[in-house]
């Protein structure tokens, strides 16, 4: 079965350290998004990528926070320094625009920043 | 972008149907309705959509008002598997984001 990959599954870092968080979105799918996950905040949407152009990344905070696609194969998010509040578990899904819009969403990364 | 409301939590008797309610009253008319669950540590998982007709599937069925002003997911038989918080999200079928609410948290019990 086809899914979307997510890369690590599990990282413990101390604030200040950078962290990189990689997804391997489903070969021919044109849309990717980032999403955060927190008990308190719920499911948040970080950035939005359309064949691998940045649509929407209101929702990420912007001195800290970078997304990209350097390629169709790999979309990465990356956060520099890291802080304790970024702790979170972190989705990648990816979907087909012009289909019915339905999202595969990849297992996550679990963040936790000491 | 129209907004949803669902309950906080249901419970359902494992064997019964459960039935999710979701209220979309500022639906536009190009705007889906789409559900989504997520089983506690995973990803969120795609269940259904539709725009005004009921839709079933393998998983569940979609009863959408003829206003369209709610909707309700009918799992016909639950199981403890499908203990899971649940999504209802509109959007538009092409573009736009999904915005994920806080959702409804279906217990399943035996």
């Known amino acids: 079965d086809a899914r979307v990959t997510q890369t690590p599954r599990h990282k413990v870092t101390e604030m200040g350290q950078e962290v990189t968080m990689r997804c391997q979105p489903i070969l021919g799918h044109n849309t990717v998004f980032w999403y955060r996950q927190t008990m308190m905040q719920g499911l948040e949407l970080l950035a939005y990528?359309?064949?691998?152009?940045?649509?929407?990344d209101s929702g990420m905070p912007k001195d800290r926070f970078s997304a990209e696609m350097p390629d169709a194969t790999l979309a990465t998010l990356k956060i520099q320094p890291s802080e304790p509040r970024d702790s979170a578990v972190y989705f990648c899904?990816?979907?087909?625009?012009?289909?019915?819009?339905?999202?595969?969403f990849g297992e996550g990364s679990r963040l936790t920043v000491l | 972008d129209a907004k949803t409301t669902q309950p906080p939590s249901m419970d359902c008797a494992e064997g019964r149907a459960a039935n999710l309610p979701c209220n979309h009253s500022?639906?536009?008319?190009?705007?889906?309705v789409y559900w989504y669950r997520q089983i506690h540590s995973q990803g969120p998982q795609y269940i259904i959509h539709g725009l005004k007709n009921n839709e079933t599937n393998e998983m569940a069925s979609l009863i959408i008002t003829e206003d369209r002003k709610s909707s309700t997911l009918i799992l016909p038989h639950a199981t403890l598997r499908d203990t899971a918080v649940y999504y209802c999200?509109?959007?538009?079928?092409?573009?736009?984001?999904?915005?994920f609410g806080p959702g409804t948290r279906l217990s399943v019990l035996p």
């Open positions: 500022t639906i536009s008319g190009n705007e889906y």
């Open positions: 899904a990816s979907g087909l625009v012009q289909t019915n819009g339905e999202l595969f």
């Open positions: 990528f359309r064949n691998r152009a940045p649509l929407d």
């Open positions: 999200i509109v959007k538009r079928n092409y573009g736009q984001n999904f915005v």
